[in-house]
């Protein structure tokens, strides 16, 4: 049964050298791959989906923090043992910095000195299992993270 959801295959695509040594290691070449897929679609699927939950269980286990970032709003999200730390960092309407990527703290820094920064945090206990929560976050839109950015305005904050 699947866990989380089959990738697409564009997501398969990007994962392609990790898809075939998932196959390798379940004893299927390129040519039984074929076959497998040709004469034995279930199997294929099956495969797939198999293959699918270990790529989100990799994810989800080895990424402490989501984060999502738009040109108003970055927010990140810490998945600690029991619950869920969010810290959004709303920039205010007249700010005339914007998130991007690769200028997080420059813009923090900016906004704060111009008085154009509003922070919110947020704790929950999880209400399933670690792994589907964050899952839940991750299809939001959010994209895995180190714990960088969140302990900088964690410890901003605290």
């Known amino acids: 049964m699947l866990k989380y959801r089959k990738l697409t295959d564009h997501e398969l695509t990007k994962f392609e050298k990790q898809f075939n040594r998932f196959l390798a290691k379940n004893s299927v070449d390129e040519e039984r791959w074929t076959e497998i897929q040709r004469k034995e679609p279930s199997k294929a699927r099956y495969l797939i989906e198999l293959f699918s939950d270990y790529v989100f269980d990799?994810?989800?286990?080895?990424?402490?923090?989501?984060e999502k970032i738009t040109p108003k709003e970055f927010r990140t999200y810490y998945f600690g043992k029991e619950s869920v730390e969010l810290i959004v960092v709303k920039l205010t309407q007249d700010a005339p910095?914007?998130?991007?990527?690769?200028?997080?703290?420059?813009?923090?820094?900016?906004?704060?000195?111009?008085?154009?920064?509003?922070?919110?945090?947020?704790?929950?206990?999880?209400?399933?299992?670690?792994?589907?929560?964050?899952?839940?976050?991750?299809?939001?839109g959010t994209f895995p993270a180190s714990k960088e950015n969140y302990e900088l305005l964690h410890d901003w904050i605290s």
């Open 58 to 66: 990799n994810i989800l286990g080895n990424s402490p923090c989501l």
């Open 97 to 140: 910095e914007a998130f991007t990527n690769e200028n997080i703290t420059t813009v923090l820094g900016e906004a704060l000195m111009h008085d154009h920064l509003k922070i919110f945090r947020a704790e929950k206990e999880y209400e399933t299992s670690r792994e589907q929560e964050m899952y839940a976050v991750l299809e939001s």
